[in-house]
């Protein structure tokens, strides 16, 4: 019973919350990307010359020149990654028919519609998601990209950003079958919608920290595994030592 005032104000209200909630895990996601870059040279060192190589074309202009940025798609691709090995949000997922799920020392039927929350931090890193699915027709499911060699042998739980296809940034390294079980953004009509912003705020802000900045070793600090929602946090301050780049 809100006069349209009230209700225009109230709206207001539910979208600054919203901008703000989406920034703090956009800042969160920029923070595990630049981490894992830098901690893993075998991935961060060609970024490293796909920046550098941008910055020689187009000098420094990387804001006002959108349509290149598709070079940068080795970014796109690494805060996918860092998205999905620290991303510990709830998500529904609608039961499509009837099934025993054994849990511990208890079985319990869910029957079809009902929902169940999941944990992504414990769907995204399940080794069964990344596996070929047998029963997959080849006809009506076909695999977005071919599997990279490196993505193949590297454990779920363990960084590899080419699993994300360079030119898309989406999942390439799982059937279409088992691609809802793995989730950065979300699917369908629940997805993030900030998702394309994000990718490119990703690669703006990694690019520029790049090439203005040299970075000394660290050790990376561990997720705070007792959270539940939106992209984990460390669970200890990481200081970084940096210098600017000659």
Same mark, same amino acid.
């Given at each position: ?19 703000? &909630? ?26 490293? +010359? ?29 805060? @996918?990654?860092?998205?999905? *090995? ?5 998500? *529904? ?8 799920? +054994? ?72 059937? @279409? ?13 629940? &997805?993030? /919608? ?26 990376? /600090? /561990?997720? *705070? ?22």
């Amino acid at each position: 019973d809100l006069t349209p005032e009230e209700r225009y104000q109230q709206v207001g209200i539910d979208v600054f919350i919203l901008h703000v &909630a989406s920034l703090a895990n956009l800042y969160a996601a920029l923070a595990w990307t630049l981490i894992n870059v830098l901690c893993h040279p075998q991935y961060g060192e060609p970024i490293q +010359r796909d920046v550098d190589q941008f910055y020689e074309e187009k000098a420094d202009q990387l804001m006002e020149d959108f349509p290149r940025q598709s070079t940068l798609g080795s970014i796109a691709q690494a805060m @996918q990654e860092s998205i999905r *090995l620290t991303q510990q949000s709830l998500t *529904l997922r609608k039961v499509m028919h009837e099934f025993d799920l +054994r849990c511990e020392h208890t079985t319990y039927t869910l029957p079809k519609g009902f929902y169940v929350a999941t944990l992504l931090s414990v769907l995204n890193t399940q080794p069964v998601a990344f596996e070929e699915d047998p029963s997959t027709d080849p006809k009506s499911h076909k695999r977005r990209t071919s599997c990279s060699s490196s993505s193949s042998h590297t454990p779920p739980d363990q960084f590899d950003p080419t699993r994300y296809s360079v030119a898309t940034a989406q999942l390439s390294t799982v059937s @279409q079958a088992r691609e809802n079980m793995v989730s950065t953004f979300g699917h369908g009509r629940h &997805a993030c /919608p900030g998702e394309r912003f994000a990718l490119m705020v990703g690669k703006i802000v990694i690019a520029r920290l790049l090439h203005s900045f040299s970075f000394e070793s660290f050790q990376p /600090p /561990p997720l *705070l595994t007792t959270q539940m929602g939106a992209v984990g946090r460390a669970s200890v301050p990481c200081h970084i030592q940096y210098s600017a780049r000659e």
